[in-house]
Protein backbone atom coordinates (compact mmCIF):
# COMPACT_ATOMS: atom_id res chain seq x y z
CA UNK A 1 0.00 0.00 0.00
CA UNK A 2 1.02 3.40 -0.87
CA UNK A 3 0.42 6.72 1.31
CA UNK A 4 -2.93 7.23 1.98
CA UNK A 5 -3.94 3.56 1.85
CA UNK A 6 -3.68 3.70 -2.09
CA UNK A 7 -2.23 0.63 -3.78
CA UNK A 8 0.76 0.50 -6.06
CA UNK A 9 1.00 -1.85 -9.11
CA UNK A 10 4.06 -3.40 -9.21
CA UNK A 11 6.03 -3.87 -13.00
CA UNK A 12 5.56 -7.37 -13.62
CA UNK A 13 9.01 -8.62 -13.37
CA UNK A 14 10.46 -11.03 -16.50
CA UNK A 15 10.54 -13.94 -13.80
CA UNK A 16 7.08 -13.74 -13.28
CA UNK A 17 6.18 -12.96 -16.63
CA UNK A 18 7.82 -16.44 -17.89
CA UNK A 19 6.20 -18.36 -14.77
CA UNK A 20 3.03 -17.70 -15.86
CA UNK A 21 3.84 -18.22 -19.45
CA UNK A 22 5.67 -21.69 -18.67
CA UNK A 23 2.32 -22.57 -15.99
CA UNK A 24 0.10 -21.89 -18.82
CA UNK A 25 0.20 -25.43 -20.17
CA UNK A 26 0.66 -24.73 -23.64
CA UNK A 27 -1.98 -22.42 -23.35
CA UNK A 28 -2.26 -18.89 -24.18
CA UNK A 29 -2.34 -16.15 -21.58
CA UNK A 30 -5.11 -14.58 -23.66
CA UNK A 31 -7.61 -15.90 -26.21
CA UNK A 32 -8.01 -13.58 -29.24
CA UNK A 33 -9.13 -16.79 -31.73
CA UNK A 34 -11.79 -14.85 -33.42
CA UNK A 35 -14.66 -16.83 -35.68
CA UNK A 36 -13.69 -19.94 -37.66
CA UNK A 37 -13.90 -19.36 -41.19
CA UNK A 38 -16.75 -21.25 -42.94
CA UNK A 39 -15.33 -21.53 -46.16
CA UNK A 40 -12.23 -23.53 -46.29
CA UNK A 41 -11.48 -26.26 -47.72
CA UNK A 42 -10.53 -27.64 -51.53
CA UNK A 43 -13.20 -26.55 -54.31
CA UNK A 44 -12.61 -27.70 -58.03
CA UNK A 45 -8.48 -28.63 -57.21
CA UNK A 46 -8.30 -25.50 -55.19
CA UNK A 47 -7.62 -24.05 -51.10
CA UNK A 48 -9.40 -20.08 -50.50
CA UNK A 49 -7.74 -16.91 -51.90
CA UNK A 50 -5.82 -15.11 -49.68
CA UNK A 51 -7.87 -12.00 -48.60
CA UNK A 52 -6.06 -8.80 -49.71
CA UNK A 53 -4.43 -8.23 -46.28
CA UNK A 54 -0.91 -9.16 -45.75
CA UNK A 55 -1.52 -12.39 -43.38
CA UNK A 56 -1.56 -14.85 -45.46
CA UNK A 57 0.23 -17.15 -47.61
CA UNK A 58 -0.66 -19.89 -50.43
CA UNK A 59 1.08 -21.59 -52.76
CA UNK A 60 -1.82 -21.49 -55.46
CA UNK A 61 -1.13 -17.86 -55.84
CA UNK A 62 0.26 -16.75 -58.41
CA UNK A 63 4.13 -15.55 -58.41
CA UNK A 64 3.57 -12.14 -59.24
CA UNK A 65 1.85 -11.77 -56.17
CA UNK A 66 4.93 -11.66 -53.87
CA UNK A 67 3.14 -11.44 -50.98
CA UNK A 68 1.14 -13.74 -50.56
CA UNK A 69 3.00 -16.60 -52.92
CA UNK A 70 4.80 -19.24 -51.45
CA UNK A 71 6.36 -22.85 -52.89
CA UNK A 72 4.51 -25.93 -52.24
CA UNK A 73 5.32 -28.85 -50.61
CA UNK A 74 6.94 -31.35 -52.29
CA UNK A 75 7.22 -35.06 -51.57
CA UNK A 76 8.68 -38.30 -52.88
CA UNK A 77 7.23 -41.04 -50.76
CA UNK A 78 3.86 -41.98 -51.45
CA UNK A 79 1.03 -39.87 -51.16
CA UNK A 80 -0.25 -41.93 -47.91
CA UNK A 81 3.32 -42.41 -46.33
CA UNK A 82 3.56 -38.20 -47.51
CA UNK A 83 0.12 -37.46 -45.20
CA UNK A 84 1.09 -39.16 -42.34
CA UNK A 85 4.87 -37.16 -42.36
CA UNK A 86 2.88 -34.25 -42.76
CA UNK A 87 0.54 -34.95 -40.00
CA UNK A 88 3.44 -36.23 -37.46
CA UNK A 89 5.05 -32.63 -38.08
CA UNK A 90 1.82 -30.49 -38.00
CA UNK A 91 1.14 -32.59 -34.09
CA UNK A 92 4.67 -32.13 -32.98
CA UNK A 93 4.10 -28.51 -33.40
CA UNK A 94 3.04 -26.49 -30.21
CA UNK A 95 -1.11 -25.33 -29.74
CA UNK A 96 -1.69 -27.00 -32.82
CA UNK A 97 -5.40 -29.23 -33.47
CA UNK A 98 -6.02 -30.68 -36.82
CA UNK A 99 -9.85 -30.31 -36.75
CA UNK A 100 -10.25 -31.97 -40.30
CA UNK A 101 -8.72 -34.08 -42.32
CA UNK A 102 -9.11 -36.76 -45.37
CA UNK A 103 -7.36 -39.07 -47.98
CA UNK A 104 -6.11 -35.53 -49.61
CA UNK A 105 -5.90 -32.68 -47.00
CA UNK A 106 -5.67 -31.84 -43.67
CA UNK A 107 -7.01 -28.28 -41.84
CA UNK A 108 -5.13 -27.75 -38.40
CA UNK A 109 -5.67 -24.83 -36.18
CA UNK A 110 -2.18 -22.82 -34.85
CA UNK A 111 -2.78 -20.45 -31.62
CA UNK A 112 -0.58 -18.06 -30.86
CA UNK A 113 1.73 -18.73 -26.93
CA UNK A 114 0.60 -15.35 -25.22
CA UNK A 115 -2.67 -13.58 -27.77
CA UNK A 116 -4.20 -16.68 -28.68
CA UNK A 117 -4.63 -15.72 -32.00
CA UNK A 118 -5.53 -18.46 -34.14
CA UNK A 119 -4.50 -19.79 -37.86
CA UNK A 120 -5.69 -21.60 -40.46
CA UNK A 121 -3.97 -23.81 -42.19
CA UNK A 122 -4.50 -25.79 -45.02
CA UNK A 123 -2.67 -28.63 -46.59
CA UNK A 124 -4.12 -30.19 -50.34
CA UNK A 125 -2.03 -33.29 -51.48
CA UNK A 126 -2.35 -32.52 -55.34
CA UNK A 127 -1.36 -36.20 -56.29
CA UNK A 128 -1.01 -34.96 -59.88
CA UNK A 129 1.78 -32.80 -59.06
CA UNK A 130 3.32 -34.38 -56.41
CA UNK A 131 2.84 -31.42 -54.08
CA UNK A 132 1.19 -30.16 -51.47
CA UNK A 133 -0.33 -27.11 -51.66
CA UNK A 134 -1.05 -25.09 -48.63
CA UNK A 135 -2.38 -22.04 -47.28
CA UNK A 136 -1.99 -20.32 -43.94
CA UNK A 137 -3.72 -17.52 -42.94
CA UNK A 138 -4.44 -15.30 -39.54
CA UNK A 139 -8.00 -14.81 -38.61
CA UNK A 140 -7.77 -11.61 -37.15
CA UNK A 141 -5.53 -8.37 -37.90
CA UNK A 142 -3.92 -7.06 -40.94
CA UNK A 143 -0.03 -8.43 -40.53
CA UNK A 144 1.14 -11.41 -38.59
CA UNK A 145 4.99 -10.19 -39.16
CA UNK A 146 5.42 -12.80 -41.35
CA UNK A 147 4.52 -15.85 -39.16
CA UNK A 148 1.97 -17.66 -41.48
CA UNK A 149 5.17 -17.36 -44.21
CA UNK A 150 7.47 -18.93 -41.55
CA UNK A 151 5.36 -21.37 -40.30
CA UNK A 152 4.89 -23.21 -43.82
CA UNK A 153 9.10 -23.01 -44.21
CA UNK A 154 9.34 -24.71 -40.82
CA UNK A 155 7.04 -27.19 -41.41
CA UNK A 156 8.44 -27.61 -44.95
CA UNK A 157 11.80 -28.49 -43.57
CA UNK A 158 10.84 -30.82 -41.02
CA UNK A 159 8.63 -32.95 -43.24
CA UNK A 160 11.65 -32.53 -45.46
CA UNK A 161 13.51 -34.63 -42.71
CA UNK A 162 11.00 -37.42 -42.77
CA UNK A 163 10.52 -37.62 -46.52
CA UNK A 164 14.60 -38.13 -46.52
Same mark, same amino acid.
Given at each position: *???????????? %?????? %??? /? @???????? @??????????????????????????????????? %??????? =?? $?? @????????????????????? =??????? $?????????? *????????? $????????????? /? %????????????????? =????? /? /????
Amino acid at each position: *MGRGGVAIAQPL %STATFA %SAT /A @SSGEKPLF @SFSGTPPTNLGVKEGKLLECPSTPNCVNSQAPNSN %SEHSIQP =IS $YS @STPEQSLANLKAVIQDLPRTK =IVDETED $YIYAEFTSAL *MGFVDDVEF $YLDKTQNVIHVRS /A %SRLGQSDLGVNRKRVEE =IRAKF /A /ALEA
